[in-house]
């Protein structure tokens, strides 16, 4: 779905639950408030695929604020500094971003939901503590400017960008990293994620359309977009879905599996010359 701006990811959830009529429903990797755009959401059986769907490359636009820092690395936070980046130059901008492009360590936002001795670091600094995170290697594999802007009389520049990256890197940090290495500081004022894995922005509805009409994408058609595929036979599908072992398909990692009806019977990794099912979806075999 297209998230709006303004909620939680927790809040979307709980809308969804109550027009799907059902419990269970969860998303595949949170939104801040501020940031709007695709949040996939699972239903019923297929929130056993999004812990698969977390780890996936995200896509974002964004715009970035030069000239100040604020405690939360974003327009949701207060100002903590401010310096004048009129003498900031669009060569240094896109030397600063290539930087910041490739294989990199980042210290993600001190109000992230990482965990500090068993309690969420964003509620530690809220509380009035100082936290400091470790680096950790993330992948930026496209950080492309678009525009360059001179805002407020030209004491701060504003710079969008689209940025392909890992799971788990911050767009927040790499705001505030672009401002550190200019000398002026940045934050993001503007979020929006335009893909996750193989689903874009494309495919996501809003709220308001949702409830009018609750399409959802077929379970079949997600996991087909989403891992690689094996066709099985009547027989090998029959297996499957009981939870028996199957001849390796020589594909690394976990496999969507469909019947010869295009259903979708289970997820498979190899294991040696043998593929385990390790879900299974068909009706009657393990849930």
């Not at 401010?82 to 990199?104: F, N, P, R, S, Y």
């Not at 090998?236 to 979708?264: I, Q």
């Amino acid at each position: 779905m297209d998230k709006p701006q303004g909620w939680t990811s927790h809040d979307v959830v709980a809308r969804l639950r109550r027009l799907a009529g059902t419990r269970k429903v969860g998303h595949a990797g949170t939104l801040d408030p501020m940031a709007t755009g695709v949040l996939v959401v699972g239903i019923n059986r297929a929130t056993r695929l999004l812990t698969y769907i977390v780890g996936t490359g995200k896509t974002y636009t964004a715009t970035i604020r030069l000239g100040q820092s604020t405690l939360t690395d974003d327009a949701e936070g207060e100002v903590t500094a401010e310096h004048i980046a009129a003498a900031v130059t669009d060569e240094q901008i896109h030397d600063a971003v290539a930087a910041l492009t490739g294989d990199i360590l980042q210290v993600p936002s001190s109000v992230s939901a990482i965990k500090v001795n068993g309690e969420r670091s964003y509620a530690r600094v809220r509380a009035g503590a100082e936290v400091a995170l470790e680096a950790r290697p993330v992948t930026v594999s496209r950080f492309e400017v678009h525009e360059i802007r001179r805002e407020q009389g030209g004491r701060l520049r504003d710079v969008d960008v689209t940025v392909e990256c890992s799971s788990g890197t911050y767009i927040r940090a790499l705001a505030r990293d672009l401002g550190e290495a200019l000398g002026v500081g940045g934050h993001l004022t503007a979020l929006r994620r335009t893909q996750v894995g193989p689903y874009d922005i494309g495919q996501a509805a809003t709220l308001e359309e949702l409830a009018e009409e609750l399409r959802l994408l077929d379970l079949d058609e997600a996991a087909r977009a989403l891992f690689p595929n094996r066709e099985l036979d009547a027989q090998e599908a029959d297996a499957v879905s009981h939870g028996r072992r199957v001849p390796a398909g020589g594909t690394a990692g976990p496999v969507a599996a469909f019947a010869p009806d295009g259903s979708l019977t289970a997820l498979l990794e190899d294991r040696g010359e043998q593929a385990k099912p390790i879900l299974v979806f068909a009706p009657g075999g393990q849930s």
